[in-house]
């Protein structure tokens, strides 16, 4: 079945580091990768996407990249400040649908 | 900006009850959702909900969960007899045609 692997799981950085994600997908015909970030107490909230036709895009500190032929995708967060921590999950779209498949998710620590 | 709204944010309901998790999705919103989030673990796909009917459901999504848009702007989760082990947060998303997810922020469930 579609499966997404998210490494790692805890990561602390210093603040002003930069933070790396990594996720693999499996099922080839996803075509849609979101990042979310989610705080303590809170819902899931959307911080980037890219879909299977573009191979990075950035908004401000956060860019993700997309290796299709590897079927990887990370995020990466530049200049990290203390509001960056928090639970980051990746999600792959699965081919002809729009569910989404969830990563295990990386708690994120930026330490002042 | 326009909000997914989910009440309660907090239920507590003894083993065997029937619980119904509400959500107000965003109004120009066609494409309806229910997910999980079992303590610390990934978010996982449950259900959904386009054009008054199930587009899909995980096998999670047994016989003791149904989902209803009542009114045109509420969308519900019945759990008809819980279980222990029905304990989550869940989530309730909705999305517009072709773009990513917007999440509530969730309604914790605590089966006793």
């Known amino acids: 079945g579609e499966n997404v692997e998210q490494h790692p799981s805890t990561l602390s950085v210093q603040e002003g580091d930069s933070a790396v994600i990594k996720c693999t997908y499996s099922d080839s015909a996803s075509n849609y990768f979101p990042w979310y970030k989610q705080e303590l107490g809170k819902g899931p909230q959307l911080i980037i996407d890219i879909r299977s036709n573009v191979g990075e895009k950035k908004d401000q500190r956060i860019a993700v990249t997309l290796n299709k032929t590897a079927k990887h995708f990370s995020l990466h967060i530049t200049e990290t400040q203390p509001e960056d921590s928090a639970v980051y999950f990746c999600a792959a779209k699965v081919g002809g649908t729009y569910k989404y498949i969830f990563g295990t998710g990386t708690r994120l620590k930026v330490l002042a | 900006e326009p909000e997914v709204t989910q009440t309660p944010s907090h239920q507590v309901t003894q083993m065997g009850q029937e619980v119904i998790l509400r959500c107000v999705p965003i109004?120009?919103?066609?494409?309806f959702y229910w997910y999980r989030q079992i303590l610390g673990q990934k978010v996982e796909f449950l259900v959904s909900?386009?054009?008054?009917?199930?587009?899909?459901k995980s096998e999670i999504f047994d016989d003791q969960f149904s989902v209803e848009r009542p009114d045109g702007s509420n969308f519900t989760l019945k759990i008809r007899s819980t279980k222990l082990e029905d304990s989550a947060m869940y989530f309730c998303?909705?999305?517009?045609?072709?773009?990513?997810?917007?999440f509530g922020s969730g309604t914790r469930l605590t089966v006793v």
């Open positions: 109004s120009n919103h066609l494409y």
């Open positions: 998303a909705s999305r517009a045609e072709g773009d990513g997810y917007t």
């Open positions: 909900f386009y054009n008054n009917e199930i587009s899909e």
